[in-house]
């Protein structure tokens, strides 16, 4: 008996299985309602760059903090009407949801600095966003972010799974049900 499942064990590690993060699109797809329907979920998952960001003390800090977690990666701009608008329903599911196996993180692009970040999120109320940079945008480059804001979704092995194009409303019932449904274990 133990022969067997060693041999089912190394089989499924051959093969690529982890059902600790399998996803199963249709079923995640079909909990997309309103917003959500922009959320497009890949066939497999796509490695993420290493890429250093900048938190608000100044200190260097990467997704690989992350690792673990499924994480909303959110790129904005302090500029970007759009952004404004999504930022407090990002904030909203991450009080709401947050915790040892999901993070929403934010991540402002390009020249904008710390002191605009922080105004934004004190002019919006938002409190339970990390409050990171990609100063010189190469994260965002590196991932083909070409408009803001785009969300992706990443697993916990810190792959993309799901991208987003433009603003929605993180903390609708139907993202809830999405997120709901990765970290759920199976």
Known sequence: MRLVRSIVLYTALCLGANTAHAVDIAALEAL???DMKKLTFHEEAHPVPKAALVDATGATRSLVDYRGKW??????APWCPP????????DRLQAQMGGADFAVVTVATGRGNMTQVTRMFDDLGVRDLPRLRD??????RQMGVMGLPVTVILDP?????ARMQGDAEWDSDSAKAI???LITPR
């Open 32 to 34: 997309r309602e309103d």
């Open 71 to 76: 994480v909303v990666l959110n790129f904005w």
């Open 83 to 90: 952004c404004r608008a999504e930022m407090p329903s990002l």
């Open 135 to 140: 100063p010189d945008s190469a994260l965002a």
């Open 157 to 161: 092995e810190g792959r993309e799974i």
């Open 179 to 181: 997120v709901s449904a």
